[in-house]
């Protein structure tokens, strides 16, 4: 469907003074060149400047049939025809016909001249690029200024290549001094025949890069740009993307295509073959009968390519009113590249388009191809040329124009942030719209240089009419055109008296007014002026007014107000140069005294903030379209009215119903605030605010209220009237644990403990946890996350609630179970808990309870080895503080010991011989806890010894718990041998404990190895010592159970000891010859 809005796109037109008669026009470079009809003489005219004077006129060599000129390059390529024969020309430097004597150079490609040529090249060259087939179409690429050639079956590009001057003079052979000034050939429109000499002046020529056969298609025009090949025939387009070959192999061999599609019917000269419409994207294009074929230019040191397939389309011929079959052929063949703000070298997209007398399409080739428009004209259509922001086409009388939606496609390219919850932007498949149509006489081409649209009408005399018949012909137009697009102007009285007035002249200025259409001749070369896009916004907006005071919601509205987007967002998007060169920002060419550069800056700075301002105001109406839109829809209010930097308080007010109207709200709205209660956000609304919201979501979604109650925005809300809409719905929709902990939470507010109690009091304390995972908002604010979703960012802090505090006096267990529970469930995390428990002022109890608990239900390893170490610094800390007589006031944990020992796996059971070295008597209740534990974590199984030996440092081991502390180190860490010493020297009476826990298994040798020679020398030494002597019985006892006699015998000691291991060895053989 194509929307028809009668809107403004021109602004003014003029008439070019030209003495004969156009045949040819195109235009590039701020000039317009016309070919004379017949003729062998081009004349340049002036487009930057009122009244497109005279810039330059030179002579061709042959009949001009096809002009195209290059940015990149700033040169002219020709089709000419002279003596029968097609010749394919280029023309640079031709700015220095300027001064009407300027010489010519004449040379074949790849041929540099020398002379003067080589000194600057100051004279006007023409490069004669021989071609073995008649070339049929060129085009030049905008990005490059490589040029494309197509002949009959074949395609070749010729990449520009620049000359360095210094190199070509050290290449010539002639030593000629020549005094004349030098010019260099500059890519700048602007630059003009006085410039001077430069070292690295670079001079133009081509190459012959590629060549591409397509035996099966007649072609009629070809495109290029960027990479990117596009030609038509008849009723066929192929686009195909040219890359450099990184497999020279690769390049060599040709695409596969199926033997169906390679091979011709046979036997089928009875019939008549009409092809059937096609269209194949991306990799199935190459599955289209379209043979090509790549051949090698024969140069060595040239570059290899590959291509690939991007696009095929394919018509059959059909009827169409004022359209023979015959005529129904492809033409207006485009690839269009739109450069950014942000991307000058590269264009951010690249788009292709070609049209039919009877439609239009609009392709996006780069980042997925995709057919973003298809245009239908009202009537049969010769030419159309399309810019960033409009297509223009003509038809036999008239230019129209439509929209099209590159703007669309490169904000997307350009913000990776749109189309989620933060940022939309209209669809770059949005239906199209038809602008206001200009009526002319025999319009023949039409062509486009920024801002402006340049027109060749040449009509017969014979059909000059009547002013009363051109207005029933404009009428007749205007009819035919609301028809075709499903419009019947006779059902609607407003389109009934539009028509009936000669409007189509309104609004139209003639810059040259003693200059008419009938002065001599029957052919007018027209300059039409459109309006900036942002003039054409404001005209929308306008316009968009009546469907806001009768049909606020309707479809029409939503879409102009679309488009009117889209302008914005082409205005945003321009580049430097486009805004320099005329496509730019009007307060820049609106400030008559703005000549210096930094009053331009100042000027464009203005601008853009002005621009952003209307962007903000037109996503506000964009977002009260889709508040009141469909469920399929809706939701595209958020990110509208967050681009327009409305307040909740605004956004509620433009939502209000009226008095008089249904007390309901759109479910954009509502989903609106809905998603903004549950962002975590700084900004809290005022008293009145929140009751209104309140009140919105109790009349309409009264299920959200604990969710919208819970909300920080929510903070300064009637807890009075809240707890009565909230006891209401409590009374209609039954109990529910978020419900009640919201209630409680509102109770506490009002300062109510009793209620508040009895509330909490309802429900056990793992119910209340459920209801905590479910709303974590009721403890937690902030964070970053929407239903408290603790994906908030590492460094995102969060606050504890009212509800939180109270709890962390009244219920610390049910806090720590709840922060633990929300871990678990991924709703906040481990610096954000730390943070709140700091907050609250529990940093040395509530939150090494909340470690402890954490190390009972987390399974992930990363979190359990930072926890182990960070109560273990806890427990160190304690015991450095005891000693120091610095300890913090007493608290009685959550969790003791025994009960971590029995819960927790990471917490093992104490070693019997820690029970020796563990006084009962000589410390506080508080250091034996923290004692307690710590032995209990190394005697688990999780906790990394080498990172707390460090800490350990600070405990003396003087004392006994110390001491033990430094043994389970030691011991942990394999150090048996050191430990039975040590153990020996501080604490004998615990070493059988030691040795029966500790050497077992692979360590039982050291019974004999170790121990039992160290137990013989201190008993030598202090014969008298029971405890020494007591312990080497025992240890007698073990190794005359583990060894042999024979072993048993080489362990005795010759010192004259024997006699007192002889039981021992007795006891030994026994137990050997039972065995």
Same mark, same amino acid.
């Given at each position: 469907?194509?929307?028809?809005?009668?809107?403004?796109?021109?602004?003014?037109?003029?008439?070019?003074?030209?003495?004969?008669?156009?045949?040819?026009?195109?235009?590039?470079?701020?000039?317009?060149?016309?070919?004379?009809?017949?003729?062998?003489?081009?004349?340049?005219?002036?487009?930057?400047?009122?009244?497109?004077?005279?810039?330059?006129?030179?002579?061709?060599?042959?009949?001009?049939?096809?002009?195209?000129?290059?940015?990149?390059?700033?040169?002219?390529?020709?089709?000419?025809?002279? $003596?029968?024969?097609?010749?394919?020309?280029?023309?640079?430097?031709?700015?220095?016909?300027?001064?009407?004597?300027?010489?010519?150079?004449?040379?074949?490609?790849?041929?540099?001249?020398?002379?003067?040529?080589?000194?600057?090249?100051?004279?006007?060259?023409?490069?004669?690029?021989?071609?073995?087939?008649?070339?049929?179409?060129?085009?030049?690429?905008?990005?490059?200024?490589?040029?494309?050639?197509?002949?009959?079956?074949?395609?070749?590009?010729?990449?520009?290549?620049?000359?360095?001057?210094?190199?070509?003079? &050290?290449?010539?052979?002639?030593?000629?001094?020549?005094?004349?000034?030098?010019?260099?050939?500059?890519? $700048?429109?602007?630059?003009?025949?006085?410039?001077?000499?430069?070292?690295?002046?670079?001079?133009?020529?081509?190459?012959?890069?590629?060549?591409?056969?397509?035996?099966?298609?007649?072609?009629?025009?070809?495109?290029?740009?960027?990479?990117?090949?596009?030609?038509?025939?008849?009723?066929?387009?192929?686009?195909?993307?040219?890359?450099?070959?990184?497999?020279?192999?690769?390049?060599?061999?040709?695409?596969?295509?199926?033997?169906?599609?390679?091979?011709?019917? +046979?036997?089928?000269?009875?019939?008549?073959?009409?092809?059937?419409?096609?269209?194949?994207?991306?990799?199935?294009?190459?599955?289209?009968?379209?043979?090509?074929?790549?051949?090698?230019?024969?140069?060595?040191?040239?570059?290899?390519?590959?291509?690939?397939?991007?696009?095929?389309?394919?018509?059959?011929?059909?009827?169409?009113?004022?359209?023979?079959?015959?005529?129904? +052929?492809?033409?207006?063949?485009?690839?269009?590249?739109?450069?950014?703000?942000?991307?000058?070298?590269?264009?951010?997209?690249?788009?292709?388009?070609?049209?039919?007398?009877?439609?239009?399409?609009?392709?996006?080739?780069?980042?997925?191809?995709?057919?973003?428009?298809?245009?239908?004209?009202?009537?049969?259509?010769?030419?159309?040329?399309?810019?960033?922001?409009?297509?223009?086409?003509?038809?036999?009388?008239?230019?129209?124009?439509?929209?099209?939606?590159?703007?669309?496609?490169?904000?997307?390219?350009?913000?990776?942030?749109?189309?989620?919850?933060?940022?939309?932007?209209?669809?770059?498949?949005?239906?199209?719209?038809?602008?206001?149509?200009?009526?002319?006489?025999?319009?023949?081409?039409?062509?486009?240089?920024?801002?402006?649209?340049?027109?060749?009408?040449?009509?017969?005399?014979?059909?000059?009419?009547?002013?009363?018949?051109?207005?029933?012909?404009?009428?007749?137009?205007?009819?035919?055109?609301?028809?075709?697009?499903?419009?019947?102007?006779?059902?609607?009285?407003?389109?009934? &008296?539009?028509?009936?007035?000669?409007?189509?002249?309104?609004?139209?200025?003639?810059?040259?007014?003693?200059?008419?259409?009938?002065?001599?001749?029957?052919?007018?070369?027209?300059?039409?002026?459109?309006?900036?896009?942002?003039?054409?916004?404001?005209?929308?907006?306008?316009?968009?007014?009546?469907?806001?005071?009768?049909?606020?919601?309707?479809?029409?509205?939503?879409?102009?107000?679309?488009?009117?987007?889209?302008?914005?967002?082409?205005?945003?998007?321009?580049?430097?140069?486009?805004?320099?060169?005329?496509?730019?920002?009007?307060?820049?060419?609106?400030?008559?005294?703005? &000549?210096?550069?930094?009053?331009?800056?100042?000027?464009?700075?203005? &601008?853009?903030?002005?621009?952003?301002?209307?962007?903000?105001?037109?996503?506000?109406?964009?977002?009260?379209?889709?508040?009141?839109?469909?469920?399929?829809?809706?939701?595209?209010?958020?990110?509208?009215?967050?681009?327009?930097?409305?307040?909740?308080?605004?956004?509620?007010?433009?939502?209000?119903?009226?008095?008089?109207?249904?007390?309901?709200?759109?479910?954009?709205?509502?989903?609106?605030?809905? !998603?903004?209660?549950?962002?975590?956000?700084?900004?809290?609304?005022?008293?009145?605010?929140?009751?209104?919201?309140?009140?919105?979501?109790?009349?309409?979604?009264?299920?959200?209220?604990?969710?919208?109650?819970?909300?920080?925005?929510?903070?300064?809300?009637?807890?009075?009237?809240?707890?009565?809409?909230?006891?209401?719905?409590?009374?209609?929709?039954?109990?529910?644990?978020?419900?009640?902990?919201?209630?409680?939470?509102?109770?506490?507010?009002?300062?109510?403990?009793?209620?508040?109690?009895?509330?909490?009091?309802?429900?056990?304390?793992?119910?209340?946890?459920?209801?905590?995972?479910?709303?974590?908002?009721?403890?937690?604010?902030?964070?970053?996350?929407?239903?408290?979703?603790?994906?908030?960012?590492?460094?995102?802090?969060?606050?504890?609630?009212?509800?939180?505090? +109270?709890?962390?006096?009244? +219920?610390?267990?049910?806090?720590?179970?709840?922060?633990?529970?929300?871990?678990?469930?991924?709703?906040?995390?481990?610096?954000?808990?730390?943070?709140?428990?700091?907050?609250?002022?529990?940093?040395?109890?509530?939150?090494?309870?909340?470690?402890?608990?954490?190390?009972?239900?987390?399974?992930?390893?990363?979190? *359990?080895?930072?926890?182990?170490?960070?109560?273990?610094?806890?427990?160190?800390?304690?015991?450095?503080?005891?000693?120091?007589?610095?300890?913090?006031?007493?608290?009685?944990?959550?969790?003791?010991?025994?009960?971590?020992?029995?819960?927790?796996?990471?917490?093992?059971?104490?070693?019997?011989?820690?029970?020796?070295?563990?006084?009962?008597?000589?410390?506080?209740?508080?250091?034996?806890?923290? !004692?307690?534990?710590?032995?209990?974590?190394?005697?688990?199984?999780?906790?990394?010894?080498?990172? *707390?030996?460090?800490?350990?440092?600070?405990?003396?081991?003087?004392?006994?718990?110390?001491?033990?502390?430094?043994?389970?180190?030691?011991?942990?860490?394999?150090?048996?041998?050191?430990? *039975?010493?040590?153990?020996?020297?501080?604490?004998?009476?615990?070493?059988?404990?030691?040795? $029966?826990?500790?050497?077992?298994?692979?360590?039982?040798?050291?019974?004999?190895?170790?121990?039992?020679?160290?137990?013989?020398?201190?008993?030598?030494?202090?014969?008298?010592?029971?405890?020494?002597?007591?312990?080497?019985?025992?240890?007698?006892?073990?190794?005359?159970?583990?060894?042999?006699?024979?072993?048993?015998?080489?362990?005795?000691?010759?010192?004259?000891?024997?006699?007192?291991?002889?039981?021992?060895?007795?006891?030994?053989?026994?137990?050997?010859?039972?065995?």
């Amino acid at each position: 469907m194509v929307h028809v809005y009668n809107c403004h796109p021109f602004k003014s037109q003029q008439i070019v003074q030209v003495e004969q008669e156009p045949g040819l026009v195109c235009c590039g470079g701020g000039a317009l060149f016309v070919v004379a009809t017949g003729g062998c003489k081009v004349e340049v005219y002036n487009l930057e400047k009122e009244g497109c004077p005279l810039f330059c006129r030179f002579a061709t060599m042959g009949t001009v049939k096809s002009i195209q000129h290059s940015k990149i390059g700033d040169y002219l390529v020709t089709i000419e025809e002279k $003596n029968n024969a097609t010749y394919l020309r280029a023309y640079t430097n031709w700015r220095y016909q300027a001064e009407e004597k300027g010489r010519v150079g004449v040379r074949l490609l790849g041929h540099l001249l020398g002379g003067a040529s080589v000194w600057g090249g100051v004279q006007m060259e023409i490069i004669e690029i021989p071609m073995s087939e008649r070339p049929i179409a060129v085009s030049c690429c905008p990005v490059t200024g490589d040029l494309l050639v197509g002949c009959e079956k074949t395609v070749v590009l010729f990449t520009l290549s620049r000359q360095n001057q210094q190199n070509l003079q &050290n290449q010539s052979q002639q030593s000629v001094q020549n005094s004349l000034p030098n010019s260099q050939q500059s890519c $700048n429109p602007s630059q003009g025949p006085t410039s001077v000499s430069h070292p690295n002046l670079s001079i133009l020529d081509f190459e012959r890069s590629v060549i591409l056969h397509l035996p099966k298609m007649s072609l009629k025009q070809v495109a290029l740009c960027g990479g990117y090949v596009a030609v038509n025939a008849e009723l066929e387009v192929l686009v195909l993307k040219l890359e450099a070959a990184s497999d020279p192999a690769a390049a060599e061999e040709p695409l596969e295509t199926s033997k169906s599609a390679a091979e011709p019917p +046979q036997d089928q000269d009875d019939f008549l073959l009409i092809p059937r419409h096609q269209e194949l994207l991306e990799s199935k294009a190459k599955d289209c009968d379209i043979l090509v074929t790549m051949e090698k230019t024969g140069l060595e040191d040239q570059a290899q390519y590959q291509f690939s397939y991007i696009l095929f389309r394919r018509f059959s011929p059909e009827f169409f009113q004022g359209c023979r079959v015959e005529e129904m +052929q492809i033409h207006s063949l485009q690839l269009y590249p739109l450069f950014t703000s942000n991307s000058l070298e590269d264009p951010t997209c690249v788009f292709c388009f070609f049209s039919l007398p009877t439609a239009g399409y609009l392709y996006s080739l780069k980042g997925g191809v995709e057919l973003l428009s298809a245009y239908q004209y009202p009537e049969k259509v010769l030419q159309a040329v399309m810019s960033d922001h409009l297509l223009h086409v003509i038809t036999k009388n008239a230019l129209q124009c439509f929209t099209v939606r590159c703007s669309a496609v490169a904000a997307r390219m350009e913000d990776p942030y749109i189309d989620t919850t933060m940022k939309a932007c209209p669809p770059s498949t949005l239906e199209v719209c038809a602008l206001r149509i200009q009526l002319f006489i025999g319009l023949r081409s039409v062509c486009v240089y920024n801002q402006r649209v340049i027109l060749l009408s040449a009509a017969d005399t014979e059909t000059q009419q009547e002013p009363e018949r051109s207005k029933l012909k404009e009428n007749s137009v205007l009819t035919g055109i609301f028809l075709a697009v499903g419009i019947d102007p006779a059902t609607t009285p407003a389109l009934e &008296n539009l028509l009936s007035r000669p409007f189509l002249s309104r609004k139209w200025t003639i810059s040259s007014p003693k200059e008419t259409s009938t002065v001599g001749h029957g052919w007018n070369l027209y300059v039409v002026d459109t309006v900036h896009p942002f003039t054409l916004y404001q005209e929308m907006v306008e316009y968009s007014c009546r469907y806001v005071q009768t049909t606020p919601q309707s479809h029409s509205l939503r879409h102009l107000l679309s488009e009117a987007h889209l302008l914005l967002r082409a205005c945003l998007l321009q580049t430097p140069e486009q805004k320099q060169s005329g496509q730019g920002d009007p307060a820049v060419s609106s400030k008559p005294g703005s &000549n210096g550069a930094v009053d331009k800056n100042s000027a464009t700075q203005a &601008n853009r903030q002005e621009l952003e301002e209307a962007l903000r105001q037109n996503s506000a109406q964009l977002g009260d379209c889709f508040s009141r839109a469909s469920q399929k829809d809706c939701h595209l209010a958020l990110p509208y009215y967050k681009m327009s930097g409305l307040t909740v308080a605004e956004v509620i007010s433009r939502n209000r119903p009226p008095p008089e109207g249904p007390s309901s709200y759109g479910l954009g709205f509502l989903f609106y605030l809905k !998603l903004h209660l549950l962002e975590e956000t700084e900004q809290h609304l005022t008293q009145e605010e929140a009751d209104e919201i309140i009140y919105i979501f109790s009349q309409s979604e009264p299920f959200l209220l604990v969710s919208v109650c819970a909300s920080p925005c929510m903070i300064n809300c009637s807890a009075t009237r809240t707890l009565q809409i909230l006891q209401r719905l409590e009374d209609t929709a039954g109990v529910s644990v978020p419900l009640t902990i919201i209630m409680a939470a509102m109770a506490l507010r009002l300062g109510k403990q009793q209620d508040y109690t009895e509330l909490m009091e309802r429900h056990a304390e793992m119910q209340l946890v459920y209801g905590f995972i479910e709303e974590p908002r009721l403890l937690l604010h902030g964070g970053g996350g929407g239903g408290g979703g603790g994906g908030g960012g590492q460094h995102s802090q969060v606050h504890p609630t009212s509800l939180a505090r +109270q709890l962390a006096n009244t +219920q610390p267990g049910l806090l720590v179970a709840a922060m633990v529970a929300l871990h678990e469930n991924c709703k906040v995390q481990l610096e954000q808990a730390d943070f709140v428990f700091k907050e609250l002022g529990c940093e040395n109890t509530l939150l090494v309870d909340f470690w402890e608990a954490m190390l009972m239900a987390s399974s992930q390893d990363a979190v *359990i080895q930072e926890l182990l170490f960070r109560v273990a610094s806890v427990y160190i800390d304690r015991l450095t503080n005891s000693i120091n007589g610095s300890g913090a006031p007493k608290y009685k944990s959550l969790k003791g010991a025994d009960d971590l020992i029995t819960s927790c796996s990471h917490y093992g059971a104490l070693y019997p011989w820690l029970t020796v070295l563990n006084p009962t008597h000589s410390t506080t209740s508080e250091h034996q806890e923290a !004692l307690h534990k710590l032995q209990s974590l190394l005697c688990g199984p999780s906790l990394s010894v080498g990172s *707390i030996v460090p800490l350990l440092e600070r405990l003396s081991g003087e004392t006994l718990w110390g001491f033990s502390l430094h043994l389970l180190c030691a011991t942990r860490r394999g150090q048996y041998e050191s430990s *039975i010493e040590q153990l020996l020297d501080r604490c004998p009476q615990a070493i059988i404990a030691y040795a $029966n826990h500790q050497l077992q298994d692979k360590y039982m040798t050291l019974w004999w190895q170790k121990l039992l020679p160290e137990l013989c020398k201190r008993t030598r030494a202090a014969a008298d010592n029971g405890i020494l002597l007591g312990a080497l019985k025992e240890t007698l006892v073990v190794v005359a159970m583990e060894t042999s006699p024979a072993e048993f015998l080489e362990l005795i000691p010759d010192d004259g000891t024997a006699s007192y291991f002889l039981p021992h060895l007795l006891t030994c053989s026994q137990r050997h010859l039972m065995a």
